[in-house]
């Protein structure tokens, strides 16, 4: 595809539950960010990776929250016993630098019960 | 800390009228800054940027202001269309520290038929 996608678009889980966000940035684009979104809110960063150097984890809101990226393409965000204040939409964004503009994928809208 | 802000949450005008949606930074350093436009259930779409060395940018229908005297970022829409509706995100990149970029709450800009 030519832009960034994101899976699933929308996810239910239990508080408590583990959940993993896949996101597939655009071929090429060697950074790629996550944010959260609150309903009604602005974006909130999260984790950015650039290349091959160590990812910038200093958005995550707490240790519940990790993200990788395998093979400097496709990342995974996972939020582990989650909490009904993690309930948002989180997008992924890719750049072809670290300076560039940011591309954003449709987002998956995570609800904690 | 820092942050950006908008000045107006919501901004309603009619069809065919221009609109201006403003921002205030506060980070005198930042040396690139981003309009955004998000759609009702959709990621955020890049619309016009412009660096710090530039007082204005021109686009298709868009104009970004910059004016670093007084840290303000304001986004002009020529001739708004129905399809114009949505929120409008002003971002800054920030020279020193990590290279993300940090988002306004939004404006949600309302076209009236």
């Known amino acids: 595809g030519a832009g960034v996608s994101q899976s699933p678009s929308n996810k239910v889980t239990e508080k408590g539950k583990d959940v993993e966000l896949r996101c597939d940035p655009i071929?090429?684009?060697?950074?790629l960010y996550w944010y959260r979104q609150s309903l009604g809110q602005g974006l909130e960063f999260l984790i950015y990776?650039?290349?091959?150097?160590?990812?910038?984890k200093s958005g995550l809101p707490s240790d519940r929250f990790s993200a990788e990226r395998t093979g400097g393409s496709v990342s995974t965000l996972t939020i582990q016993r989650t909490q009904q204040e993690d309930s948002a939409v989180y997008l992924c964004?890719?750049?072809?630098?670290?300076?560039?503009?940011?591309?954003f994928g449709p987002g998956t809208r995570l609800t904690v019960l | 800390g820092e942050s950006v802000g908008l000045h107006l949450p919501t901004l309603s005008v009619q069809e065919g009228d221009n609109s201006i949606i403003n921002c205030a930074y506060s980070?005198?350093?930042?040396?690139?800054f981003i309009w955004y436009k998000q759609e009702s259930g959709k990621g955020p779409q890049f619309i016009i940027d412009?660096?710090?060395?530039?007082d204005k940018r021109q686009g298709q229908r868009v104009t970004v202001l910059l004016n670093k005297t007084v840290k303000h970022l304001s986004l002009q829409i020529a001739a708004t269309q129905p399809g114009d509706s949505a929120v409008y995100f002003c971002a800054e990149k920030l020279t020193q520290g990590a290279q993300k970029l940090v988002f306004g709450q939004g404006t949600r800009l309302t076209i009236n038929p």
């Open positions: 964004a890719s750049s072809l630098a670290v300076t560039a503009k940011q591309f």
């Open positions: 071929s090429g684009h060697t950074a």
């Open positions: 980070n005198s350093a930042s040396d690139y």
């Open positions: 412009i660096r710090s060395n530039m």
């Open positions: 990776f650039q290349g091959n150097s160590a990812p910038d």
